[in-house]
Nanobody
């Protein structure tokens, strides 16, 4: 499955941003989806996961209560709504697809190319 992220940009601390990830193909609804991020000089880390029908979600402790993952299977799109952004949220954000377990375990089968989010202090 091909994944294309959008919605990144520059935002002030405390602000909000919504990322989107569009998928091609007719199998989007069969995949769990996830968001990951990689800050400069750091390893890529898990951010959030959502099951194929949106019934289960899971978040990294660092974003819990501030970020919300959602999906629209009719539009083949997964979203990451981010509120109360902090400078430490600055990273390239990637969406990914796979089984729910694989996404939560950070071993999804497909990756997008990433979108940069910069949070200024």
């Amino acid at each position: 499955v091909q994944l294309v992220e959008s919605g990144g940009g520059l935002v002030q601390a405390g602000g909000s941003l919504r990322l989107s990830c569009a998928s091609s193909g007719r199998t989007f609804s069969s995949y769990a989806m996830g968001w990951f991020r990689q800050a400069p000089g750091k390893e890529r880390e898990f951010v959030a996961a959502i099951s194929w029908n949106g019934g289960r979600t899971y978040y990294a402790d660092s974003v819990k209560g501030r970020f919300t993952i959602s999906r629209d299977n009719a539009k083949n799109t997964v979203y990451l709504q981010m509120h109360s952004l902090k400078p430490e949220d600055t990273a390239v954000y990637y969406c990914a697809a796979g089984s729910y377990t694989d996404v939560v375990m950070s071993t999804p089968s497909s990756w997008g190319q990433g979108t940069l989010v910069t949070v200024s202090s």
